[in-house]
Each structure stands twice: as structure tokens, then as C-alpha cells.
């Protein structure tokens, strides 16, 4: 993959924060390698790619301290996780800048995705708490 990193975020949670599920549209797409420094999460990456034979599809991975693993979610994809432990600190790269006005979400509670967040009560921004439900979701992606 040819890609150029251009901006590194960071965030520190404790257990049973949930984030997501965000994306940002054209022409600010970003693509994102994610990864837990500490603690571990439960990571979601769903496709709303219009064209996508897996439109509406999700996967699901642990990240943690432990296993080392990272992900690559592409542009077209909304993306979350959920803190499991306390003090997580999750880091990702950015193919572009944040775009504050570019900036979208699907509900992470859509009852028609039935996503398996791992936590049963989770804490939310008030952004995430009003993001679209996944059946009233119209994607900027083709």
C-alpha cells in the first residue's frame, strides 16, 4: 500500500468508553492504523461503501497490549471501539487532517448491525449518543 501518514492522534479512556462509530466524507476521507499502547479495546470497522458487495458489514477486533496487533480501516469505512480496561491508550495514524465539517457517524446501537461491543453499559459523548441509526444512514461513499 502506498500510503503517507499525516497526523498521529492519541486518546486515553477507562474502561467502557465507547467512541464511533466516525468516518469523515470526500474529499477529507481518512484512512487510519490503529493500535493500543496500553489496555485493550474492541475495535469495529463497518463498511459504507454504497457499491460494496459488504455494504452494511462489519468486523470485529481486539486490540491489546498483549497481542500487538494493528489495523488498517480504510476510507469507506466508519470506525469505533470500546475501552475493556481501564487506562487504554489507543493511538492512531491519519492519511489526512481532521476536517471538523467533514465529519460523520452511524449509531453505534443500530439494532439492525447487532455489533457485539463487549461492554454492557457504555459511556458516550453527547456527539455519539445522536449519531444516525445505520437504517436512516445515507453514506457519502460510492
Known amino acids: 500500500m502506498d500510503l503517507e ?19 469523515q466524507t470526500p474529499p477529507y476521507a481518512q484512512g487510519k492504523l490503529v493500535r493500543v499502547i496500553n489496555g485493550a479495546v474492541r475495535d469495529v470497522v463497518l463498511d459504507i461503501r454504497k457499491s460494496s458487495s ?36 489507543f493511538t492512531y495514524k491519519c492519511t489526512d487532517y481532521y476536517n471538523p465539517e ?9 439494532p439492525e448491525l447487532e455489533i457485539p461491543w463487549g461492554i454492557a453499559d457504555p459511556v458516550l459523548s453527547e456527539k455519539d449518543k445522536h449519531l444516525t441509526s445505520f437504517s436512516d444512514f445515507q453514506s457519502p461513499f460510492d
Not at 81 to 89: G, M, P, R, V
Not at 102 to 110: D, I, K, N, P
Request: glycine letters at 10%; zero cysteines.
Open 5 to 23: 501518514f499525516v497526523q498521529d492522534n492519541q486518546s486515553l479512556s477507562q474502561k467502557n468508553i465507547l467512541r464511533g462509530l466516525h468516518y
Open 102 to 110: 467533514s465529519e460523520g457517524g452511524v449509531l453505534w446501537s443500530s
Open 54 to 89: 459488504t455494504f452494511g458489514q462489519f468486523k470485529v477486533f481486539d486490540l491489546t497490549e498483549q497481542n500487538f496487533e494493528m489495523l488498517y480501516v480504510p476510507p469507506g469505512f466508519a470506525h469505533g471501539f470500546a475501552t475493556l480496561e481501564d487506562h487504554t491508550i
